[in-house]
């Protein structure tokens, strides 16, 4: 079992920039990729950045303007969202796989005047 929890969320107005966090603990040495979706009312959930043996993987929406990054241990993954957009609005969830996939509760990002 993992456990994640997220933090970091807040309101903050277009043009600014906000550090999201994902606590992990528990069998951490069973994840082989880290994450980051958003999910926005009425939409689904999306991908918006992701770190695995492959290598790293952007949304285009948030190409140039997001950046996803962890510890070499995994215990903390990070995303650093900057030039922030109202699009950008929605609860973003942490996600580490392996032989299972495990989701943090979300943290709500909004991006208003």
């Known amino acids: 079992q993992v456990q994640l929890v997220e933090s970091g969320g807040g309101l903050v107005q277009p043009g600014g920039s906000l550090r999201l966090s994902c606590a992990a603990s528990g069998s951490i040495f069973s994840i082989s990729a880290t994450g980051w979706y958003r999910q926005a009312p009425g939409k689904q959930r999306e991908l918006v950045a992701d770190m695995s043996g492959t290598g790293v993987f952007y949304a285009t929406s948030v190409k140039g303007r997001f950046t996803i990054s962890r510890d070499n241990a995994k215990t903390t993954v990070y995303l650093q969202m900057n030039s922030l957009k109202p699009e950008d609005t929605a609860v973003y969830y942490c996600?580490?796989?392996?032989?299972?996939?495990?989701w943090g509760q979300g943290t709500q990002v909004t991006v208003s005047s």
């Open positions: 996600n580490y796989r392996g032989a299972t996939e495990y």
